[in-house]
């Protein structure tokens, strides 16, 4: 076995394999660019090496530097995970030549299925069935659509060296042909530096199945069973599950067949995923990807096998660990893909630091792998994957039971993020009936509606404590340091000489303002009077950002993040963003007093009602921004000239960055 392994990748999947790596005693090397200096996948390493600027072609897709950050390092064997360089042959040849071992296949087995047209010729050679298309070398478009013709409409066009959903096109008549060619065709040129396409059937629902297969170097190849892949998202998946629903254990065994034809019809070592595509009882060969799933967890949880360990093995010249026979299906397991990106805006990838980061417990029955801490700045330049979460049960009930409650228990602030849409998923009785198809998310378009709930009267509470919490915190600060501190002034209760004075806690939440009068009770307890008159007798007990809140006569606990003046209270499956509104708006909103409008969170400007030169009353709106899912209006401190105008509508605001000037008037 390798005494020392370079990791030829970043995020989630580095560390997946650095924990392997590390029951095995093998030392890992992890490999770093400019923006991932202070990433987790670089702090869990043994070890870890520079390989450039931020941009992948620089960085994790240059072949120079990961071969020479892998001699440096003195690693004899170098895994590149998924994604990157784990399907270039030419890595994999480079790697050889300098005399390290590629934990992967053998370049001729990556060249083979490189191209989703060569390896169908390939594979209808091998007796795989194939969803019938056109997959040959006559790219003219005359051929091209007497192809979708002869097919039928609808017909999908995909790029060849397609990945990521890519270049692909759904033609649904002969009419809009040419003009989805040519669109299909510019987008893989763009992308993959190749323009050929396929043409072939779009089936109408059908299901993603795929075959998890390894080989080793003996000949000897079995299938992991499959994963059903069908919850997608723009043609890509979200969540994934073993085994599939509904599927016959001879159906499963065909396909399993029909994948290990696959393998060995291209002499195929280590890891390796057959897709097929399955609709009405059949199924056909999509693309066999020469490499290690994002969702390969599942096959694991099921499996009770660790498929990392079982690469390492095989490329350090073991043979495969055990006979077809001796493999079975344990239990259920699905897998959620945590994303950075906004569903609501067509799964726009999103960036931002994470501010807060709660993760459900682990255990036999819920795993995370994820790549990112609390405090990480999530950039443009890689993949929005930030994690995964994979659970596990007897059934497949049992299993969505354990889903819904690890989701429930998952919070992230400061990113926009897919965990709404999960929940939503997770909790559709649709989804619960079992065997969706790929349409499942386009047909269900009430899944991305996320509400922005108006906030309960628990939530509002809540929030009124921490913001009371403080401003009792600061108060007493400034008493410590005054030179009256015994001052009943100043004291936390409100006392006045004709009373006791309420507090007013002003927050600003998605379905408008709530202004609650808050009368102090005693320690950490508050009468609440919500704008409608209700009362509430309250009393917090904190415990770091959890905040045990007793209402009434009922006790709830919540969680309350405080991220640059936005709160956003986790309650029971719910997010509340909502902006505490200080007592002296006017300054506390806009940034200094300057007249320097600044972006008090990072978030989209949404709009610019004024224009430069034009004159502002104290307190008119100058610039709207989208932040935490709401609107913040920046206001005038003063009234005043516009100088200058730097926001721009449409574009993203990091956090204090200058938006507009104003000077006074006069
Ligand atoms: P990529 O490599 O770009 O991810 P794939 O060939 O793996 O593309 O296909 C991605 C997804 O597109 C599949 O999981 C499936 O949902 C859909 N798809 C692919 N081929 C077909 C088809 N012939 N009919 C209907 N949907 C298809």
Redesign the pocket.
């Known amino acids: 076995m390798f005494g020392k392994i370079l990791i030829a990748n970043r995020g989630e999947i580095a560390c997946r394999i650095i924990r392997t790596a590390r029951q095995m005693g093998i030392a890992t090397v992890a490999v770093y660019s400019d923006a991932d200096r202070d990433a987790r996948h670089v702090a869990e390493a043994d070890q870890a090496i520079a390989i450039g600027p931020a941009p992948a072609r620089q960085s994790y897709l240059s072949i120079p530097a990961l071969i020479a950050a892998a001699k440096a390092s003195g690693a004899e064997a170098i895994h590149p995970g998924y994604g990157f360089l784990s399907e270039n042959a030419e890595f994999a040849e480079a790697c050889g030549e300098a005399g390290m071992v590629f934990i992967g296949p053998p370049a001729a087995a990556i060249r083979a299925m490189g191209s ?1 047209a060569a390896a169908k010729a390939l594979m209808a050679e091998a007796g795989v069935p194939l ?1 019938p298309g056109y997959h040959g070398e006559d790219q003219s478009e005359a051929r091209l659509a007497a192809a979708a013709a002869e097919i039928g409409y609808p017909v ?1 066009i ?1 790029a060849s060296a ?5 270049g ?1 096109r759904i033609v649904t008549g002969a009419a809009d042909f040419a003009a989805s060619l040519a669109s299909a065709k510019r987008e893989a040129a763009a992308a993959f530096g190749d323009d050929h396409v396929l043409v ?4 109408e629902r ?1 299901r ?1 199945i795929e075959i998890q297969i390894f080989a080793d170097q003996f000949g000897q190849c079995v299938y992991l069973f499959e994963r059903d ?1 069908s919850i ?1 998202r723009r ?2 998946k979200i969540i994934e599950e073993a085994p599939a629903p509904g599927l016959t254990p001879a159906t499963r065994a065909a396909m399993g067949e029909a994948a290990i034809s696959c393998a060995r019809a291209v002499g195929y070592v280590g890891a390796g995923t057959v ?1 097929f ?1 399955s609709a009405g009882g059949a199924f056909h060969f ?2 066999m990807n020469t490499r290690l799933q994002v969702e390969h967890p599942v096959t694991e949880m099921i499996t009770g096998l660790d498929l990392v360990a079982w690469q390492l093995r095989i490329a350090a010249g073991e043979p495969l660990p055990c006979t077809q026979d001796q493999l079975a299906i344990r239990g259920h397991a699905i897998e959620a893909r945590i994303y950075a990106e906004d569903p609501t805006r067509d799964f726009l990838p999103a960036s931002g630091t994470i501010r807060y980061l709660a993760e459900p417990q682990t255990g036999p029955h819920v795993r995370i792998d994820s790549g990112v801490r609390t405090g990480d700045r999530v950039g443009v330049h890689y993949d929005p994957m930030l994690a995964k979460l994979i659970v596990w049960d007897h059934d497949r009930g049992a299993a969505l039971a354990r889903l819904r409650s690890a989701l429930a228990a998952y919070a992230l602030v400061g990113i926009r993020n897919n965990l709404a849409l999960l929940r939503a998923i997770a909790g559709h009785p649709d989804f619960a009936a079992g065997a969706p198809d ?1 349409g499942f998310i386009p047909r269900h378009p009430d899944l991305l509606a996320a509400p922005a709930a108006a906030p309960t009267p628990m939530v509002l509470a809540a929030a009124a404590l921490h913001v009371l919490a403080r401003r009792g915190a600061a108060l007493t600060a400034e008493t410590r340091a005054s030179p009256d501190p015994a001052s009943p002034w100043a004291a936390r209760d409100g006392w006045r000489p004709w009373g006791r004075a309420a507090e007013d806690v002003h927050l600003r939440a998605g379905d408008g303002d709530h202004r609650i009068a808050a009368l102090w009770q005693g320690e950490d307890a508050y009468r609440l009077t919500l704008p409608d008159g209700t009362t509430m007798e309250t009393r917090g007990a904190w415990d770091g950002e959890r905040l045990r809140l007793t209402c009434d006569g009922r006790q709830e606990t919540l969680r309350v993040i405080e991220a640059e003046g936005t709160l956003v209270v986790l309650a029971e499956g719910g997010e509340y963003p909502l902006h505490a509104i200080a007592p002296d708006a006017a300054s506390a909103d806009e940034g200094a007093g300057d007249g320097r409008i600044t972006a008090p969170i990072p978030g989209y400007v949404r709009g610019v009602p004024v224009a430069a030169e034009a004159r502002v009353a104290r307190g008119q709106t100058l610039v709207v921004m989208e932040a935490m899912k709401m609107e913040i209006a920046l206001t005038a401190p003063f009234a005043g000239r516009v100088v200058e105008v730097a926001a721009v509508v449409g574009a993203m605001a990091e956090e204090g960055q200058e938006l507009m000037v104003i000077a006074p008037e006069g």
């Open positions: 989703k969803v999908l995909k397609g990945g990521g959903g890519k692909m072939e059937k779009y089936l059908p993603h892949c997608q043609h890509q897709e595509i999509m693309e790929t």
